[in-house]
């Protein structure tokens, strides 16, 4: 099979090989200059795995013991970040009962300002939109929302709303993809859907898509393949999935493949990693790819887990 064969599918056991040996190359360098993407990449991976009906490729031992705290590795700060990756692979799992729920929740909620309802990531006090995403989020995954404001979350949210209908990273910020994720599936979880503009929002969102099929994130950058996941979720949420092209789209993510050692890229013929990997996974599982397990495109985890926990779908306006 030559190599423009492998790329018009889905190379599912060259993925699943390639995220079992991520743990397995602690003697290159680049290992250990990225310590602190160590729980990022556990989420990662055991997400793409579950979506690939592989999760029993990597075993539970495996797993637990990586997490350490809600830093980014053993030892390391803490960030609301990193906290909603260590909440999220817990649900997956079903180990919420290993960790102080209760504390996870403290936390979270020591990092709102009571006064304008933004979050910081840590206590050095830096402000973002992914923080709102990411407290809400980890609560709702948690039940626990009623442990902050959340109209004044919502409140901080809409001020970062731009007149072509996207959301900054802060107010005043220009619209950017994966701050639109944040913001609306923000909103979503906290059923604020009816704030967003679903038509003028779904057509910049839909703007983002390039002749190559690629997506962007923001007007006049280059197509990312991790953009299939942070345009073709809020348009999913918003219902206007239909809206971009869904062959194109697939194409280009399928020759992002490395279709020797496995892994999804940015874009064609750069270096695979997991970050892209999984998102491109994931926008598969959004377009329907075949024999993909659904994804949810509000919380960024199978279907099947999120309706384990009794969580409502929170999609459309």
């Known amino acids: 099979m030559d190599t423009s064969e492998k790329q018009n599918r889905l190379l599912v056991d060259l993925h699943v090989k390639y995220i ?14 990225t310590e602190h993407l160590r729980l990022s ?24 013991p990586t997490i350490g705290g809600f830093g980014g ?8 970040t990193y906290t909603l990756y260590a909440v ?31 979050f910081t990531g840590d206590e050095w006090g830096e402000i973002d939109t992914r923080f709102s995403y990411c407290a809400l989020s980890c609560l709702s995954l948690l039940k626990r929302l009623d442990a902050i404001n959340v109209p ?4 901080f949210i809409m001020l970062c709303k731009n007149f072509d209908g996207g ?11 994966g701050q639109i994720f944040c913001c609306v599936g923000a909103l979503a979880i906290v059923n604020s859907l009816h704030l967003v503009d679903a038509d003028l929002l779904g057509w910049w969102l839909c703007e983002r898509q390039l002749k190559n099929g690629g997506l962007n994130g ?3 950058k280059l197509e990312d393949v991790c953009y299939s996941w942070w345009v073709l979720s809020a348009l999913s949420i918003l219902g206007r999935l239909h809206w971009i092209n869904k062959e194109k789209l697939i194409e280009f993510v399928l020759v992002a493949q490395d279709s020797e050692g496995g892994g999804i890229a940015d874009r064609p ?16 599982s959004l377009l329907g790819y075949p024999d993909l397990k659904p994804v949810d495109p509000v919380y960024c985890l199978p279907k099947h887990v999120v309706q384990r926990i009794g969580l409502a779908e929170r999609y459309h306006v």
């Open 73 to 80: 590795h053993i030892g390391h700060d803490p960030h609301l």
């Open 269 to 284: 013929g750069d270096m695979a990693d997991v970050f892209h990997t999984l998102f491109g996974i994931a926008g598969l």
């Open 41 to 64: 990449g556990v989420y990662w991976g055991l997400t793409a795995l579950d979506l690939l009906n592989s999760i029993d490729a990597l075993k539970k031992e495996d797993v637990k």
């Open 218 to 220: 923001r007007p006049e």
């Open 20 to 33: 079992q040996s991520l743990d397995t190359k602690k003697d290159d360098l680049e290992y250990w200059l």
């Open 152 to 155: 004044k979350a919502v409140e």
């Open 88 to 118: 999220q692979i817990l649900v997956i799992e079903d180990a919420l009962d290993a960790v102080n729920v209760d504390k996870i929740v403290e936390y979270v909620a020591s990092c709102q300002d009571r006064d304008t309802g933004a």
């Open 167 to 177: 959301f900054g990273v802060s107010p005043g910020a220009e619209s950017h993809a």
